[in-house]
């Protein structure tokens, strides 16, 4: 794939089982401007375990693109 240089947010879990440096690596080989961000009290499914931290990080992203 060729890389993204657009604007991207990468929200991960600190229990999510698939987020890994692997994982991250991957990613910013693809999307070398992603923003990482990680909520450490959630898994896999962020917006319904955190909604609203969840909410704090997108809307400041959406708000900066």
């Known amino acids: ?4 240089a ?3 947010l990468v ?3 600190g ?3 698939v987020a890994s440096e692997r994982a991250r690596a991957a990613l910013r080989t693809v999307f070398p401007q992603a923003r990482f961000h990680r ?3 959630a898994g896999h499914g962020l917006a319904l375990e955190q909604p609203e ?7 400041a992203f959406l708000r900066e693109a």
Do not use: N
């Open 1 to 4: 794939l060729a890389a993204w």
């Open 6 to 8: 657009g604007a991207v």
């Open 11 to 13: 929200i991960e879990g």
């Open 15 to 17: 229990r999510d089982a």
């Open 39 to 41: 909520i450490a009290d």
């Open 53 to 59: 931290e969840w909410l704090r990080i997108t809307s």
